[in-house]
């Protein structure tokens, strides 16, 4: 474990789920009905910062990185494929892209 890499990702999971709380309108749109995702919506995006951060430049290696290394903080860690997709789903947001 690295602490500063563990301050780095709770203060950024805090911020990004407080926003989402305060604007909830900038999260994505879903079905009243339909499985809940095992990956919130702030864990979604501050995976996505901290692949920022860090210059990864395919998810697949991005993801191998918090496998390894952040599991302690996203107990649930979806397929690169999964990821991909949500993630693309959520950049289109509720400005409909």
């Not at 499985?35 to 995006?45: K, R, T, Y």
């Not at 997709?85 to 509720?94: E, I, N």
């Amino acid at each position: 474990m690295n602490p500063d890499l563990d301050t780095l990702a709770a203060r950024l999971y805090v911020t990004v789920d407080d926003l989402l709380k305060r604007y909830p309108h900038w999260a994505p749109r879903r079905p009243v009905v339909g499985i809940a995702p095992q990956l919130s919506d702030a864990e979604l995006v501050t995976l996505a910062v901290i692949q920022v951060l860090f210059r990864f430049d395919t998810e697949a290696r991005f993801l191998r990185y918090p496998h390894a290394h952040l599991r302690s903080w996203f107990p649930y860690l979806p397929t690169r494929s999964a990821y991909n997709k949500r993630l693309r789903r959520s950049a289109s947001g509720p400005w409909g892209m």
